[in-house]
């Protein structure tokens, strides 16, 4: 936990450093999301340095539902590469098959909370791939409440 938030902080304080704002490299991808709150991915570009970013995960025994919005900045001036970062909301909804400790009974149960975003995005040129790394603080308000930090990867097809 705290080698994660010293990430969080140290992506932070680059993006900030990074003020180049540069038009996005792609405007609608699709894809698979690894780490932290793994299933499918969903980012589409409002404009050229805002998106939005939808996550589908299968997450401890249930479904999660996340919805970003972000914004987009050049990083290191390498073409392709640009820094995000964002906040949106999440829902989950968990079957009597999740983990003990969760939850106290063999109910169905639902969680909902706020997301922070921070990572980075690489459009590779020579294919309609993007990868990004990320990590996502969490907060659940509703349901099994607290905080929690992870990190992810994703692999999207891009157009």
Known sequence: MRQQLRLLTVLIILIFAC???KAQEYNTGIGARGGFSSGLNFKHFLSAENAV?????FHRG???ITGLYE???TAFDVPGLQWYYGGGAHIGIYGSDHPRGWFPDNETHMTLGVDG????????EEIPIS??????PR??????????MG?????RYVW
């Not at 990868?131 to 996502?136: G, L, N, Q, T, Y």
């Open 131 to 136: 990868i990004s790394m990320d990590v996502m």
């Open 71 to 73: 914004y987009h900045a």
């Open 117 to 124: 975003i921070v990572g980075l995005d690489y459009k590779i």
């Open 19 to 21: 003020g180049n704002i």
């Open 139 to 148: 907060l659940n308000i509703f349901g099994h409440t607290g905080f929690f």
């Open 151 to 155: 990190a992810g990867f994703s692999v």
């Open 53 to 57: 970013e939808g996550i589908a995960a």
């Open 62 to 64: 249930g479904l999660l």
